[in-house]
């Protein structure tokens, strides 16, 4: 008999004891499912789960029927109005309540509505095509390696762990997570309290820790322990790798913790170890565990990606730990950056299984524009667009001043480039000096260019009159005048003396002077004779 036939029979019982035996055997076979969600098929476990059998309602509570209402027409409808999204003959509550694995009749969203209706009806969205709306986790197979500090102030922990795994592994494969448990010790595997360890990392996988030239002999070595977990244990292909070290002690050699110290050297290790076999590292802390402990436990969970946990009642916490703890490793891998859209639907330029968003830094985006290096035309082939000039100077009108200037204008462009900053774009003009301008039409070429050398260039025109300048000669003194004609010949002749030494220009100034006064006394004479 499956879920669904349970269901059916406690609508039709032929007696109230046949009612009750209907009631146990659903409920016992029923429970995994109905553990796994909640609004209208939480209520109806919770009605079950009240013992009491209505043969007037047919098998159905009566208390439920009080509070809920009316039963619907399907085999056990506990809604009411009938809704049936799919159309399919059961009412949703009931789908949703006897879902044995189809993704389509599940409710991941705990909206009361089976997902397969969510998506086709546009309230999900389902990008991978997986079945399964966006928003809810999905998860690859993951494998996590619990280890152990086997000192006696873990025996509370370690008995924890080994009684509660089974039921959290089989809660999480309820999610659809399929786990792979490891449970190693550090140096020791003692039994007992810890009865549920299979080897310990020394004895599995070395003493050598690597990274550093220390060894693993102490059985609280947590944080060496797990930076040789997540070097050489044998991973899953394509498994979610988590680490959960669980101690009490400092990371190293147990005893004080020492911060900073070799404790807090083991665990920057650690994370530089996990981080390149891509392994998270969730730590729980034990009962009595030092701030210090958990300091560092916080900062080896930060580092990876993992999260950290501190029990204070590990017989209380420690399953539900263990459980957050899975689901977060889980969203890191499938949600990376958050946004509500699963890993393989986010932009992956590289295509090596991770989204762009979760890789970028300023080491893979050495220019801040978003865009991974690899995967950027500004290194990846390299840059070959010139600068866009979207505005350039417009032209130019003006007169000279009193002074025959004008003042060198401000050459504003507006410009955008595909790679280099604006700030770090280089404009220059032709003629670079803008200061000495001849009147009429003078044209500047304005020129941008990037970090890559491609250039963009626009033109100007800057358009003088003479505006106040006066620009007429000085009037000239005669050769011989004798104020100032001599000189200026003489001034003139001494600037050509270094050509022919400093008698040569007075020379041709006393003959040049003495020629023309004798000229003129002749002309003054005959002007008398006449």
Do not use: Y
Request: hydrophobic residues 35%; aromatic residues 4%.
């Amino acid at each position: 008999m499956n879920c669904e036939q349970g269901l059916s029979n406690l609508n039709t019982p032929d007696s109230t004891a046949q009612a009750s035996h209907s009631f146990e055997g659903t409920k016992t076979m029923c429970s995994q499912q109905i553990s796994r969600w909640s609004g209208p098929a939480t209520f109806l476990m919770a009605c079950l789960a009240l013992g009491t059998i209505s043969a007037l309602a047919g098998g159905i509570p009566e208390e439920c029927l009080q509070i809920q209402g009316q039963r619907g027409e399907g085999p056990f409808c506990t809604t009411q109005p009938f809704v049936d999204c799919d159309n399919d003959g059961t009412c949703d509550a009931d789908e949703i309540l006897c879902c044995e694995g189809d993704p389509a009749c599940g409710d991941c969203n705990d909206n009361g509505i089976p997902d397969g209706c969510d998506i086709t009806d546009g309230t999900s969205l389902d990008c991978d095509g997986n079945g399964v709306p966006d928003e809810c986790l999905s998860c690859p197979p993951l494998d996590i390696v619990f280890v152990m500090d086997t000192s006696g102030s873990m025996n509370d922990e370690a008995a924890a762990l080994c009684n509660s795994i089974v039921q959290v592994v089989a809660d999480l494969g309820a999610l659809g997570i399929i786990v792979n448990p490891s449970f190693l010790g550090i140096t020791q595997t003692p039994g007992g309290d810890f009865s549920c360890l299979t080897d310990n990392v020394a004895n599995l996988l070395g003493t050598a820790v690597p990274g550093t030239v220390d060894t693993l002999n102490d059985s609280e070595d947590w944080g060496p322990a797990t930076a040789v977990v997540a070097d050489g244990f044998p991973w899953t292909p394509g498994a979610v790798r988590l680490i959960v070290p669980i101690s009490d002690e400092g990371a190293q050699d147990g005893n004080a913790c020492n911060d900073p110290g070799d404790d807090r050297d083991s665990i920057t290790n650690a994370i530089a170890i996990a981080n390149a076999n891509g392994v998270v590292v969730s730590p729980i802390t034990g009962t009595g565990a030092s701030q210090c402990v958990i300091d560092l436990a916080t900062d080896l969970a930060a580092g990876t990606g993992g999260t950290t946990f501190a029990s204070t009642d590990p017989n209380a916490d420690l399953p539900s730990a263990i459980n957050s703890i899975v689901l977060a490793a889980c969203e890191s891998f499938s949600d990376c950056n958050e946004n509500g859209i699963p890993d393989a639907c986010d932009p992956d330029c590289n295509e090596n299984g991770t989204p762009d968003d979760c890789e970028l830094d300023s080491e893979t985006d050495s220019n801040g524009d978003g865009l991974l290096d690899a995967c950027d035309p500004c290194f990846n082939p390299g840059d070959t667009t010139p600068p866009v000039i979207t505005g350039c100077p417009e032209n130019i009108s003006g007169s000279l001043d009193a002074e025959c200037s004008f003042p060198a204008p401000d050459l504003q462009v507006d410009v955008t480039d595909n790679c280099t900053a604006t700030e770090d774009l280089v404009i220059t003009t032709d003629p670079a000096d803008l200061s000495n301008f001849g009147l009429g039409e003078n044209t500047v070429t304005v020129t941008v260019t990037d970090a890559a050398g491609n250039s963009a260039s626009c033109t100007v025109t800057i358009t003088l009159d003479i505006g106040d300048c006066d620009d007429s000669p000085p009037p000239q003194p005669a050769p011989c005048d004798p104020s100032t004609g001599g000189v200026n010949i003489l001034l003139t002749l001494l600037f050509h003396a270094p050509v022919c030494g400093i008698g040569c220009p007075l020379m041709i100034l006393m003959t040049l002077c003495g020629m023309l006064s004798l000229r003129s006394r002749i002309r003054r004479t005959r002007q008398r004779r006449d």
